[in-house]
T-cell receptor, first 115, second 109 residues
Framework: GAVVSQHPSWVICKSGTSVKIECRSL??????MFWYRQFPKQSLMLMAT?????????EQGVEKDKFLINHASLTLSTLTVTSAHPEDSSFYIC???????????FGPGTRLTVL | QKEVEQNSGPLSVPEGAIASLNCTYS??????FFWYRQYSGKSPELIMF????GDKEDGRFTAQLNKASQYVSLLIRDSQPSDSATYLC?????????FGQGTELSVKP
């Protein structure tokens, strides 16, 4: 149980394009989903928290107009990196938790490379 | 700024030994903590969580929490080469996880 999937697992795009990453909870309803970014040899940095049906809450320093998050259903959240630049190249990981529970289950991650 | 501190390592132990991973946290009010394992290039996998003072055992893993001293530790008994990974300690702040920088563990055959 508690399986979270992400798609795509990796993506290469040109500078200036937008990239959408999907995060799905496969066997539970995720009232809250989290988006993290991880640079090489560094720990996970929380970007934003999203609750189903409401606007995401972004961490300080994260541009909400650049990283668009949508949590339209209890099993799906999307992160869109708009006008991507090489400095946005990173490992993006989502996690999900079930209502009333604090345990977060992580998706397999999406490696984004912007050329 | 609530912080979680871990020694980045690498911590090297021989196969079969006990690996001890430590974590300290700054928020005296923190209630629960999570340990995750992350293999290189992969996302974190949940090992266990702890919210009560004392020890919690799950198989070869034992988590220890000391709220008075504000530290959390993870012991891995009978370490195996497959345990070689980065271990992340996380402080649960109202559902949000504040991660330490992780400790790299290397188990030598």
């Amino acid at each position: 149980g508690a399986v979270v999937s992400q798609h795509p697992s990796w993506v290469i795009c040109k500078s200036g394009t937008s990239v959408k990453i999907e995060c799905r909870s496969l066997d539970f309803q995720a009232t809250t989903m989290f988006w993290y970014r991880q640079f090489p040899k560094q720990s996970l940095m929380l970007m934003a928290t999203s609750n189903e049906g409401s606007k995401a809450t972004y961490e300080q320093g994260v541009e909400k107009d650049k990283f668009l998050i949508n949590h339209a259903s209890l099993t799906l959240s999307t992160l869109t990196v708009t006008s991507a630049h090489p400095e946005d190249s990173s490992f993006y990981i989502c996690s999900a938790s079930e209502g009333g529970r604090n345990t977060q289950y992580f998706g397999p991650g999406t490696r984004l490379t912007v050329l | 700024q609530k912080e979680v501190e871990q020694n980045s390592g690498p911590l090297s132990v021989p196969e079969g030994a006990i690996a001890s991973l430590n974590c300290t946290y700054s928020d005296r009010g923190s209630q629960s903590f999570f340990w995750y394992r992350q293999y290189s290039g992969k996302s974190p996998e949940l090992i266990m969580f702890i919210y009560s003072n004392g020890d919690k055992e799950d198989g070869r893993f034992t988590a220890q929490l000391n709220k008075a001293s504000q530290y959390v530790s993870l012991l891995i008994r009978d370490s195996q080469p497959s345990d070689s990974a980065t271990y992340l300690c996380a402080d649960n702040q109202g559902g949000k996880l504040i991660f330490g920088q992780g400790t790299e563990l290397s188990v030598k055959p």
